[in-house]
């Protein structure tokens, strides 16, 4: 049996020995009772002697220690505290506080006390024991080790004491063998020491030893009978061997003696719950929270009591106060572990889950629900190791060897995925879940029909509650092959099974929308919802029906509604993100992406996605941030890394973009992505024999690779080997003859050469083949380079074709407003606002466009986009400047001094600053702004008016 790390100590009156006792307790496993029940560690507290300081104080003294004789340990406390506001240097009341902290299990202020009553004189001899329990309270073995060591001027009893504390540090390194042979030395120094009989039956605790531990508490009992710490280690060893009776006995007994002992109260909560008296465990566990308000044990217990109510947030609540401050107490990661799997949230079961495992890897349930959770995460070779580990330790278990099974299946092993299933199911010819599993092996292996025979025969079997799973999968599978005819008459026979639930409704929705019906459809699915009005997948099936309707609002609506049944639902927020983005309001995705963050604890999928959002909104530094978190969870995971290595190269940290795609590289050594992205980065150290490695590397993976392909013909370019870059761009029309992406790389090698004509018409025969808008724009680009006939024409043929394409429309406003068309400008930011009315460029451009104008409304657009965009220069100066020219001079400049801090280069900006310190009688500073500005740029927009307003102040 696996020793674990100690819990803590407890005070406990020895009358034999006339002095203070502590017993160390340790959580074990025992297969006669559950894994919570097991997993329960009885963590001990202490309490020791006083003294005496100041006369100030002494009355508030008196009453803190009469209050700690009759265990009142918060009155104690306060009183303490008191006596101390009047006298800070009162050793006693020092001493005592620490005492009491100790009581309450609270480690750290003990430890603060103590140490204080030490700098104040209190003698080392007093100190000694209260100080190390205050180490093992707060896990400081190694601190315990170095200070607290035998003086051969102290006693016997105190060289007993400081002996077993030291046992204790090294029981909670994993060292039994030197914690022995200093409970032995204890027992040599006094003859029959409780203490050190209690450490010795703990030994054979952990080495699953049970009748030597028994003999080992007896003689600890007769010893010292009216010791607490005897009868709470009776209590625990009769618990672990399934007799409750007789530990609910012995922990009352305990209490009896003194009903402040916190393991007494933790171990008759403990029997409580597994005999089924609820709130009998509810008042033991109140008892332990009055005394010690952050005990782990406690906190534990009570969330083991709200799972057993069903009551999971109260349950979370409770871990979370234990987690908080036990990180690592592996019976409260199992529970979480449990309630996050059932609860979707499968990257915090699997952390919870794998600590688990690394303390006790021959937990089975553990293993079991780990290797769900990978395969849930779609890691199956990692399922497989965990589950072959604990497979010869668990003969007869078919769910292990249909669990394993699936993994092989997943992992694309088919024939041991077969093999694993076949004899699961030879094991217990009727289990559902297992022929359902053994179908997906067929239907993984090519043997469709096979695989739906064994999902006929799983329905046909009709066992209750499992058929559904095989009637569900049936009809998925059916939908997935396309058949959906076959699916829809698989989902109405379902239905048939189950006339109230809303699954075959949604099912047949499913089935509809395949069938190219999607009026059918959404009436399914509103069926489903009329059964059960909280049933989410069809809630966000309608959802998703509206979205591609760009009936957005009724969208949000729905999706707005689940998150009322569900506040941290990923697939809610996620797709209000979505929606939040169509409509170009930046500030609403960043909330849901970061509350489906939070919510779901560092979940992958919001995470990944906010990290993406502030990539693209050229943040890389919060992005870093984030991917710092999820790398910390998912160490290895190629899409963090991905993710992380392509913020830091946002960020130009580009020696540590080449570290993460390094790793990136050899965690997935077949991806021409990570070959690519690790090329990228070494171009940008300069590393240009590197990074064409890197390039071609990828593009033998994947002969096509266009972004491989695409940096290849950009290195060549800048080696000026126009030619070898214009036959990769021809090798890209070849191979993909039907797509734009050939004609656009011609365009843009052509558009270097300066052969505006060629570019122009490369970019026409891409748009021939594909619409993509980025065709149009170029061939415009090319035209106005070029300085050829009609260079609208591109943008106003995409919107004849495309009217609702914001981007051409803003593309061609900027356009219009550099040639002076302002009002045509004007109209057409007016259309995008319509559609978009967050949009910070088309705010800012139309405020210029509407002040150049002459209209009312143009410090009016540029105060909205500087409200969603406070800290873009070009925002900030478009609004100072706006101020600056309608008279409100003194706040324009503020926000102009501010822009040219973020934006220094920016010449342009640096001459509204002048301007407005000229406008304000600063003639002195603004001739320094105009100098830089044109130090900067001799060349920028109004850098004529610059050099005239210049020659004016000089």
């Known amino acids: 049996m696996l020793l674990l790390n100690i819990s803590g100590v407890f005070d406990a009156k020895i009358s034999n020995f006339k002095m203070k006792e502590y017993v160390m307790a340790h959580p074990m496993t025992c297969s006669r009772v559950p894994a919570w029940f097991r997993g329960v560690a009885v963590l001990l507290l202490l309490g020791v002697v006083f003294n005496a300081s100041a006369t100030s104080s002494e009355e508030y003294f008196r009453e803190a220690e009469a209050y700690s004789k009759k265990g009142d340990i918060n009155a104690a406390i306060i009183q303490a505290k008191n006596a101390l506001k009047e006298d800070p240097k009162n050793t006693k009341a020092r001493f005592l506080l620490g005492q009491n902290y100790l009581l309450r299990g609270n480690g750290a202020d003990a430890e603060k006390e103590l140490d204080r009553a030490r700098r104040l004189g209190m003698e080392w001899q007093k100190l000694v024991v209260p100080l190390a329990k205050a180490y093992l309270l707060q896990g400081k073995t190694e601190q315990l080790l170095a200070e607290i060591k035998l003086d051969e001027s102290f006693p016997s009893l105190l060289k007993a004491e400081i002996l077993v504390l030291r046992a204790a540090g090294y029981l909670s390194l994993q060292k039994p063998s030197e914690a022995e042979s200093l409970y032995d030395q204890s027992l040599t120094l006094v003859a029959d020491y409780p203490a050190g009989l209690l450490g010795k039956a703990r030994l054979a605790l952990g080495r699953n030893k049970l009748s030597d531990a028994r003999q080992w508490v007896d003689r600890a009992v007769a010893s010292d009978p009216e010791n607490a710490a005897v009868w709470v280690l009776q209590g625990e060893i009769a618990r672990l061997g399934g007799d409750l009776t007789t530990a609910q006995r012995s922990f009352f007994k305990a209490e009896q003696l003194q009903p402040t002992n916190l393991p007494a109260l933790l171990g008759g909560a403990t029997v409580s719950i597994a005999q089924g008296e609820i709130p009998a465990a509810e008042k033991q566990i109140d008892k332990v929270r009055s005394l010690s308000p952050n005990h782990p044990v406690a906190n534990y217990l ?8 069903k009551d999971m947030t109260g349950a979370e609540e409770s871990l979370r106060n234990v987690l908080r401050v036990k990180p690592d107490y592996f019976p409260a990661l199992q529970l979480k572990g449990a309630i996050d799997f059932a609860q979707g949230k499968y990257e915090q079961a699997e952390q919870s889950l794998f600590q688990v495992i690394s303390v006790a890897p021959d937990n089975v349930p553990a293993a079991k629900l780990l290797a769900a959770t990978k395969l849930r995460l779609k890691q199956a070779d990692e399922a497989i190791e965990i589950l072959e580990r604990v497979l010869p330790s668990s003969k007869g278990d078919e769910q292990l060897l249909a669990m394993l099974g699936t993994a092989y299946l997943r992992a694309n092993q088919i024939e041991k995925g077969i093999a694993y299933l076949e004899r699961a199911a030879a094991a217990d010819p009727e289990a559902v879940g297992i022929r359902t599993q053994l179908a997906l092996g067929h239907l993984a ?3 469709r029909m096979q695989a739906i025979k064994e999902l006929e025969a799983a329905v046909d079997l009709d066992l209750g ?6 009637d569900t999968l049936l009809t998925l599978v059916l939908l997935r092959s396309k058949e959906y005819d076959k699916a829809l008459a698989q989902a109405q026979a379902f239905a048939k099974k ?7 409704d949604n099912l047949m929705g499913a089935a509809y929308i395949g069938l190219g019906k999607p009026e059918l459809g959404r009436e399914k699915f509103k069926q489903a919802i009329k059964k059960d009005a909280g049933f989410i997948p069809a809630i966000m099936n309608l959802g998703r029906l509206d979205e591609g309707e760009d009936k957005l609002e009724a969208a949000k609506k729905r999706y707005l509604s689940v998150l009322k049944q569900q506040p941290g639902h990923i697939g809610a927020l996620m797709s209000l993100a979505r929606l939040a983005e169509r409509q170009g309001e930046d500030s609403q995705v960043q909330e849901y ?17 906010l990290l993406n959002f502030y990539n693209r909104k050229l943040k890389p530094l919060r992005a870093i941030s984030i991917a710092r978190e999820l790398k910390s969870q998912h160490p290895d995971n190629p899409l963090v890394l991905k993710a992380m290595g392509m913020s830091q190269a946002k960020a130009e940290d580009y020696h540590s973009a080449k570290a993460t795609f390094e790793a990136l590289v050899k965690q997935t050594p077949e991806s021409a992505q990570a070959y690519y992205l690790l090329g990228l980065t070494l171009q940008k150290l300069g590393d240009i024999s590197a990074a064409r490695r890197n390039f071609k590397g990828a593009l033998t993976f994947s002969v096509d690779y266009i972004p491989a392909q695409l940096a290849l013909a950009k290195l060549e370019m800048e080696a000026n080997r126009p030619e070898i870059a214009q036959n990769i761009a021809q090798t890209i029309q070849q191979q993909r003859p039907q797509k734009a992406v050939g004609y656009r790389l011609l365009g843009d090698i052509l558009m270097q050469q300066g052969d505006y004509r060629a570019a122009e018409k490369s970019y026409r025969l891409g748009l021939e083949r594909a619409a993509v ?5 170029a061939s415009y680009n090319a035209r106005k380079k070029g300085k050829l006939k009609q260079p609208y024409a591109p943008l106003e043929q995409w919107l004849k074709q495309h009217p609702g394409d914001a981007v051409v429309k803003i593309v061609l406003a900027g356009a219009h407003q550099e040639s002076g068309k302002l009002k045509a400008a004007e109209e057409l930011y007016a259309q995008v606002l319509e559609s978009r009315p ?3 460029v088309v705010l800012n451009n139309l405020a210029w466009v509407s002040h150049q104008l002459g209209r009312a409304n143009a410090l009016e657009y540029a105060e909205q986009a500087y409200a969603l965009a406070s800290d873009n220069p070009a ?3 478009t609004l100072g400047w706006l101020l600056v020219k309608t008279g409100k001079v003194r706040r324009g400049v503020g926000l102009l001094r501010q822009a040219v801090e973020l934006a220094p280069h920016m010449s342009e900006i640096r001459y509204h600053l002048a301007v407005g310190l000229h406008r304000s009688g600063k003639d002195t500073e603004a001739r320094s702004e105009l100098k830089r500005a044109l130090d900067v740029s001799a060349d920028f927009a109004g850098s004529s008016k610059a050099r005239a307003l210049l020659t004016e102040l000089e």
């Open 498 to 504: 189950l006339p109230e639930s809303p699954l075959p």
């Open 445 to 447: 292996s090519g043997e």
């Open 773 to 777: 808008a980025a065709l149009a724009i």
């Open 465 to 470: 509650k499992e058929v559904f799973q095989a």
């Open 875 to 877: 925002v900030i100066d």
């Open 593 to 609: 992406l970061q509350t489906a963050w939070e919510a779901n604890n560092g979940a992958l999928q919001p995470g990944l996605a």
């Open 302 to 309: 009570s969330a083991v009591v709200h799972y057993r109510k």
């Open 838 to 840: 967050k949009d910070v």
